[in-house]
């Protein structure tokens, strides 16, 4: 194995960790009604799905959709993120 293969080995293992904080983040920010944070995850021109909840458009839409949905439901939400099936196909985050 070349040392060029090795760092591309190494980059799909941090990337794939990174994706796994990543989604770690994601519910326990949700969960612990940490609006600010959890917020801060998505990117400014994000689209979420939840479904049945509805689309949302942009930061200020997905805030208003923690406010008016996540935090108004007391401790409706708990998530658990176990054995994530993670693919990566290309180069998609940042260097660290």
């Known amino acids: ?11 799909v293992l941090e990337d794939i960790e990174a994706i796994k904080k990543l989604m770690a983040s994601y519910c326990f920010y949700a969960d612990d009604f940490k609006q600010d944070e959890w917020v801060s995850l998505f990117a400014e021109d994000a ?6 909840m509805g689309t949302y458009d942009g930061k200020e839409r997905i805030t208003a959709f923690f406010r008016d949905v996540v935090a108004a439901s007391g401790s ?5 993120c176990l054995n994530p099936f993670i693919e990566l196909h290309g180069d998609f985050l940042p260097a660290l």
Do not use: S, W
């Open 76 to 80: 409706f939400y708990r998530h658990m």
């Open 47 to 52: 689209r979420v799905d939840f479904g049945l």
């Open 1 to 11: 194995m070349t040392l060029k293969e090795l760092e591309a080995r190494i980059r």
